[in-house]
């Protein structure tokens, strides 16, 4: 358990890395989702097609490139991107591990944003179709109220099993 805290200590201390819009992406799912578990936040994965898929481009542009939901995102999740580029190779464990983030949570589509808790329950899956930054936001701060509502129903549900 001491580990476990001084590892998570550790990646709060260590930032995401940054794309080219300022958005902090983790490398690693585990250092994403530990990073929203310590920060009692919503993880968001982005399950992309960086060079070949058209709507990946958009998303970029339209999304990323928006200060406003690149500053409120960096601020209020974790952010993870499972990228699946055909020209650049991936090893194969990686191709296997996406291809399994993949069917747990039914990406059929790329772009596909998912919304889910630190412990990867879904609370929300959109396949991106050309939104702007503010659609997108407003739809991931839903996701985030429902995880915000598990949040206090869970600690109300502890608070009374302590009083009993």
């Known amino acids: ?63 990323w490139e928006d200060p406003a939901f690149a500053g409120w995102a960096n601020e209020n999740y974790s952010l993870y991107l499972a990228d699946y580029p055909q020209r650049v190779k ?19 589509h790329f772009p596909t944003i998912v919304g889910v808790t630190p412990d990867l329950q879904l609370l929300g899956k959109h396949e991106y179709r050309g939104e702007g930054g503010s659609e997108i936001l407003g739809l991931t701060e839903q996701w985030r109220e429902k995880f915000e509502e598990r949040i206090a129903t869970e600690s109300t549900s502890k608070k009374e099993n302590t009083t009993k």
Do not use: C
């Open 90 to 108: 991936q090893d194969a464990a990686r191709l296997k591990f996406l291809k399994s983030l993949a069917e747990r949570f039914e990406v059929r």
């Open 1 to 63: 358990m001491i580990l476990r805290t001084i590892y998570v200590a550790a990646m709060l201390l260590v930032p995401p890395t940054l794309n080219a819009h300022g958005l902090g992406f983790f490398g690693n799912l585990r250092a994403a989702a530990d990073v929203a578990s310590a920060r009692q936040t919503l993880l968001l994965i982005f399950f992309t097609a960086s060079d070949w898929g058209l709507l990946t481009h958009e998303l970029d542009i339209k999304v």
